[in-house]
């Protein structure tokens, strides 16, 4: 059984998504082709796409160093998404240009060499972005865990500074 899991916004229309039980998905093609598959792997931040004959494996790579793949015989280069812009660049021109939306990504710009798994990209480096997202908020959890104890414990035992009255000693 599949679950819809997501769409895929393009000029022709909204696409449904689905989740195959061994965990890609599977994104509609145009009307004249044959579906694409996405799968992201957040451990190892990888991102593969599938469409018939053709098998794309994108290694992301940390800041410091640059993420490169190969497709239909070019080299792109994909700029870190830390900050919500989208930009995969093929010797130093634009590729692929978009941002991080708060339900996705848009692609703003695709190069015509790209077009065919526009779809696929899209929707994998939304996976991406949703993945580094969730990062965040592990890492910044005991920091907000340490906020919320205080503002609680502020709650209960009343804060002097709010309630100057409360601080005072009786005479």
Do not use: C, N
């Amino acid at each position: 059984m599949r679950e819809q899991h997501g769409k895929v916004r393009t000029a022709e229309g909204i696409v449904e998504v689905q989740r195959s039980p061994d965990g890609t998905y599977e994104v509609p093609a145009p009307a004249d082709g044959q579906p694409g598959r996405v799968k992201y792997d957040d451990e190892h931040d990888v991102l593969e796409i599938e469409r018939p004959g053709v098998h794309l494996s994108i290694q992301f790579r940390g800041e410091t160093e640059h993420t490169v793949f190969e497709f239909g015989g070019r080299t792109y280069e994909v700029a870190t998404m830390d900050f919500g812009a989208i930009s995969i660049k093929d010797a130093g021109r634009p590729a692929v240009q978009g941002h991080v939306t708060v339900s996705g990504v848009r692609l703003l710009s695709v190069a015509p060499d790209l077009q065919p798994i526009q779809r696929e990209l899209a929707f994998g480096l939304a996976l991406r972005s949703d993945a580094i997202s969730k990062g965040f908020w592990r890492e910044d959890e005991p920091f907000l865990e340490g906020i919320k104890e205080r503002i609680e414990t502020d709650l209960l035992e009343g804060d002097a500074r709010l309630h100057p009255e409360r601080g005072k000693s009786d005479e």
